[in-house]
């Protein structure tokens, strides 16, 4: 299977993405009405987003999950998986936008209509420095809701305003979300940044922006970081009071162990004289991307050169690493220019992390190939014993993203873990096959 490694990505997508975009720039895909919450007559609700457009993506509450390719107007069908096409075992009809209806058959069973959810949406623009952020702040349909999370996105380029599912989930279990968009993506302005102090500065506007709002006096208020927000969140949470803080999928370390873990995960196997050779690469490609491709290159290049006929050189894994090693070196300029935003390899998160008195909770992924977390739990191991109030779940079947990509779900239990600890910041009951370590 393939890895999806946030920083390549990132990197990849720079070479076409404009330097800095304008406020109202980015044109909402062509589906995006069709976003959002739907509910059955049997009471049951699934959520429909954005999976490369004009492709769409429905969840269950359950975990259950599917991509939906486009046929024609309106009209979608998948299969059984994360990411399959035939056989079709599911069809799925939208009305037109403005009539919010929904028809779903899976396989020969009955066709099931569902209605949007009138999830009552505020957008909200706030300033961050020089840099106007835009977000939505999305509440429950009925009554107050039991607590606001203010959620970080990942490392993506895209708008988390029209591409993260959780603003339409969590609602429909009592919680509220605010999500904004990064600067330099959607609809706020700047330039794309990875600088980890920079994006908490944002989330920390982001903090103040949701606490003015009158109707959520009183109401607990966290911190949520998906993935590469991970390294975001508690740096926000430093900057501001919170009642909470939740790490989904991220990381305890740098980024640059991030990468040594990746590269090991994926050698390991042929051996430790192919381990070796393998951490001599990602230490040549780590010197190239800390010094801005300043330095290192010649010892990288003849490093890829002394291995270019190992068997496990194609299989080496690694954000940079791995990106570096497949490139040749006569297009080693396009990745640099791809590289041209702030980012700060060797970002040591533990500071933060042991100034961080707000109950935590981390949710792991047991089988994440993207985001490695021995090393992640060895540092809240750590954390614990100094008494910091952090729960812990691991879901043993999961990668990146708590997807479980065979089975075509995301892991039962996250959705309602996710709920339940944000609105009591307690582990109350079981979730699925999850491992609950509780504070202390």
Known sequence: MMRRRWLHLAAVAALAALPGLA????????SACHFGAYRFADGSHLVIDSSDEPNLRYRRMDGVSGKLFRVDEGRYEGGAGWAVREPVTVKAHLDACSEGRLAM?????PVMEARRVPLPTHPITFQ?????LYGELVLPAEGPPRAVVVLQYGSGRESAVYNNYVQHLLPLKG?????????????????????????????????????????L??????????????????????????????????????PVEEDRSEVAASVRAFGPVALARAQALHDAAT?????????????????????AQEPWIANIGGDYTSLLVATPAADIGKVRAAFDFPIDFTYEPRPALAGLWAPSLWILAGRDTEAPHESTRAVLRQLHAQGSPIDIAIFPQADHG???????RVSPGYYDLLADWISTRRL????GDAKLIPRR
């Open 402 to 408: 708590m997807i479980e990509r065979e089975a075509g």
């Open 217 to 254: 006096a009183g109401i607990p208020l966290g911190v949520m970081g998906e993935s590469q927000g991970g390294w975001v969140a508690p740096l926000a949470a430093n900057r501001r009071p919170v009642d909470f803080v939740v790490v989904s999928y991220g990381l305890a370390v740098s």
């Open 128 to 132: 961050s420095g020089a840099e106007r």
């Open 287 to 307: 010197r190239v991307v800390a010094s801005r491709f300043r330095e290192g290159l010649p010892e990288l290049e003849r490093l890829k050169a002394l291995n």
């Open 428 to 431: 109350t009951r079981t979730y």
């Open 175 to 215: 919680v509220g979300v605010f999500v904004f968009d990064k600067r330099g993506t959607g609809r706020s302005t700047g330039g794309y940044s990875a600088d980890f102090p920079v994006l908490a500065d944002d989330m920390a506007a982001a903090i103040d922006a949701v606490r003015a709002r009158p109707e």
């Open 23 to 30: 406020i109202g720039q980015e044109a909402p895909p062509a």
């Open 105 to 109: 058959q899976q396989g020969a069973g």
